[in-house]
């Protein structure tokens, strides 16, 4: 296996140190450090993390390959920095059998490029109205503990109660995808002034809030563990916040793009930034920012959703929602949370290492960068400034809402267990050296 000396990169943004590599693991860490390597990088100026963990990516295999593949996606996920994935059910088959989380677990295995853990379907085929075999996915190859409908709302509280109970078992957790279907029947846009004078059909911030509320009174109900998907709203900040208060096992995530975009960029009607759940106002983007750097939205998650061109260059009542964002989420984080002072590397590290695999329950995932320990690793860039240009994205899809926007930041390197998937900001074809 290639060993690897990091020479003078900053440690959680730290005095600059050397990290010596070596069988999959931080051999040693220290100044001036007498060891050889069959590659040696100069970090000066880099920052060195705990490989990232993404709690929510779609990578559409199986069935819709035409916007991405297991293999593209992770490809696209080590060029972020991320070094686990977790892998949303809504695929064709739904992810809701022990047979199709073991082949999308398979599939990631087979890439190289980052450790994939599929997130099986709370019910059988997202239609809430049975439950999927929750047990038989985790007692799979692939180890399933975290369970979602993503994309649809388990909106039935006698079906998400079972859920809840149910996974308790093996300590699962139950990631809610928080819309009441009634309140967002025709939904294309945040609820507000912006949709009325556009005449879109509103998505009503009450419509998250109140699934959110109902559930986190589920969760210490039956004592289980609940996982907020891409909170959004100021309200269901304040939500989380309180059932944390209580004492409750209740975490939550945030995307990259509700931490910088609002919904006043819909007035384009580019479909580039229809989304689910919607883009929020800037009243909500700086709740989330806040929460985030408090700890009460434990976790940075990309909601990678890539589509392909034809169901977003089109008029934006027929688009799909979603967004790409594996490959720009750091720079995001660091725009939104570092630039502004609100979280520093150590800070980001938690959010989206340490908390999302401890989350997932993924041991040898979001570790301390210490001695020892597994050597998933991301060298980042600060300094670095330039335009988004979704031609250079790994990703089969190109919906960003980033294109030729700055931003600030670049992942310059990824390690796997002492691999390199990533070098010099270019992707390593597993197999060979760079």
Same mark, same amino acid.
């Given at each position: ?173 139950? &990631?809610? @995808?928080?819309? !009441?279907?009634?309140?967002? +029947?025709? /939904?294309?846009?945040?609820? $507000?002034? %912006?949709?009325? =004078? ?106 990678? &959703?890539? @589509?392909?061109? !034809?169901?977003?260059?089109? +008029?934006? /009542?027929?688009?799909?929602? $979603?967004? %790409?964002?594996? =490959? ?107």
């Amino acid at each position: 296996m290639t060993t690897y000396l990091i020479r003078n990169a900053q440690l959680l943004g730290g005095a600059p140190q050397d990290l010596h590599l070596v069988d999959g693991v931080i051999a040693a860490i220290g100044t001036a450090l007498d060891a050889t390597a069959d590659i040696e990088i100069d970090a000066t100026g880099l920052i060195v993390l705990p490989g990232l963990v993404d709690l929510h990516t779609h990578l559409r295999e199986p069935g819709r390959e035409d916007a991405e593949t297991v293999l593209t996606g992770t490809r696209a996920a080590a060029k972020g920095g991320f070094t686990a994935v977790h892998a949303m059910a809504n695929t064709f088959p739904v992810a809701d059998t022990a047979g199709v989380v073991e082949q999308v677990w398979r599939l990631g295995q087979e890439s190289g490029y980052c450790d994939v853990q599929p997130v099986g379907a709370v019910t059988v085929g997202l239609e809430g109205k049975k439950l999927a075999e929750l047990g038989a996915m985790h007692e799979s190859a692939a180890g399933v503990r975290v369970f979602s409908d993503d994309g649809k709302c388990v909106d039935d509280a006698v079906m998400m109660r079972r859920a809840l109970e149910y996974v308790k078992a093996f300590d699962g957790v139950v &990631a809610q @995808h928080a819309q !009441e279907p009634r309140l967002t +029947e025709g /939904a294309q846009m945040n609820e $507000g002034q %912006v949709s009325g =004078e556009l005449g879109l059909g509103g998505w009503p911030a009450v419509a998250e809030e109140a699934i959110i509320a109902r559930d986190v009174l589920l969760a210490a109900h039956v004592g289980s563990r609940l996982h907020i998907c891409h909170v959004s709203t100021a309200g269901s900040v304040e939500i989380v916040r309180w059932a944390k208060a209580k004492g409750w096992d209740v975490t939550a995530e945030v995307t990259p793009h509700h931490l910088l975009l609002t919904d006043e960029l819909v007035r384009s009607y580019d479909p580039v930034y229809k989304v689910n759940p919607p883009l929020r106002t800037a009243e909500d983007v700086q709740a989330l920012r806040k929460a985030l750097a408090d700890g009460t939205i434990d976790a940075v998650a990309t909601d990678h &959703a890539p @589509h392909p061109a !034809e169901d977003k260059d089109c +008029e934006w /009542a027929v688009a799909a929602m $979603g967004m %790409v964002g594996l =490959e720009t989420a750091l720079s995001v984080v660091q725009q939104t949370m570092v630039d502004t002072g609100l979280l520093n590397w150590e800070g980001v590290a938690d959010r989206m290492s340490h908390r999302p695999a401890r989350i997932g329950r993924l041991a040898g995932q979001g570790r301390p960068v210490s001695v020892g320990e597994p050597a998933n690793l991301v060298l980042f860039d600060p300094a670095y400034r330039g335009a988004v240009n979704p031609d250079s994205f790994a990703s089969r899809s190109r919906n960003t809402p980033y294109k030729g926007l700055d931003l600030p930041g670049r992942v310059h390197a990824t390690f796997l267990r002492g691999n390199a998937t990533v070098l010099a900001g270019e992707l390593v074809e597993q197999g060979g050296l760079a």
